[in-house]
């Protein structure tokens, strides 16, 4: 069963940075592409970004972008999700997801995902 631990949310103002980590159990990362979705009080669940297994495709939100950065240390077991120029409706709880996908593939599905880490809380206010 792999399991996923999100880290390093916390409080920051307007326009400063975080770096979340997405730390998973696997024997190997090389089959898992890894999304971070992020849910805000009151509001549904939204996807923010997706790396695929391979590191070759990298998609974010149309909200994120320019903002954010998606990568991953696959020796390191660890997805990172890079957030600079942070905004008061970036506040949300971030989540990271995996799903299993070829050996190093391009894929990065939009769905369906059957690994979910606990969540880290992220608040962007003054």
């Known amino acids: 069963q792999l399991q996923l631990v999100e880290s390093g949310g916390g409080l920051v103002q307007p326009g400063g940075s975080l770096r979340l980590s997405c730390a998973a159990s696997?024997?190997?990362?090389?089959?898992?592409?890894i999304s971070w979705f992020r849910q805000a009080p009151g509001k549904e669940r939204e996807g923010v970004s997706c790396?695929?297994?391979?590191?070759?495709?990298?998609n974010y939100a149309d909200s994120v972008k320019g903002r954010f950065t998606i990568s991953r240390d696959n020796a390191k077991k660890t997805v990172y999700l890079q957030m600079n120029s942070l905004k008061p409706e970036d506040t949300a709880v971030y989540y990271c997801?995996?799903?299993?996908?070829?050996?190093?593939?391009?894929?990065?599905?939009?769905?369906?995902?059957?690994?979910w880490g606990q969540g880290t809380q992220v608040t962007v206010s003054s």
């Open positions: 997801a995996a799903e299993r996908v070829p050996y190093y593939s391009t894929i990065c599905p939009r769905a369906g995902y059957n690994y």
């Open positions: 790396i695929s297994s391979s590191g070759v495709s990298r």
């Open positions: 696997a024997f190997t990362m090389d089959y898992y592409a």
